[in-house]
């Protein structure tokens, strides 16, 4: 499902008991729904311990992250705040 000229990659995370798309898309920044796309071989409400769950499949694409503003924060602190962030990732 790789664009042509992007290398496929696939990282991948190994399911342990309590385990939640929700959960890891918290730990890993990616969406909730594109762990689901993702994973979709999975039942979201009964994922299997030991499986692995799909969290990028293309080198170069964007990864979702989410940081919640507390008051007083600018654009610049957050960016600060994320190494590799930058002004203009922030306003897309």
Known sequence: MGSAGMAVQAETVTIEPGDTFWGISQETGISVDRLME?????????????????????SGSPTEKFH?????ETLISIANLHEGVTLDELYE
């Open 38 to 58: 993702l994973n979709s071989q999975y039942d979201p409400y009964a994922l299997p311990i030991g499986g692995e769950l799909v969290i990028s499949k293309e």
């Open 68 to 72: 919640t503003i507390q008051p007083g």
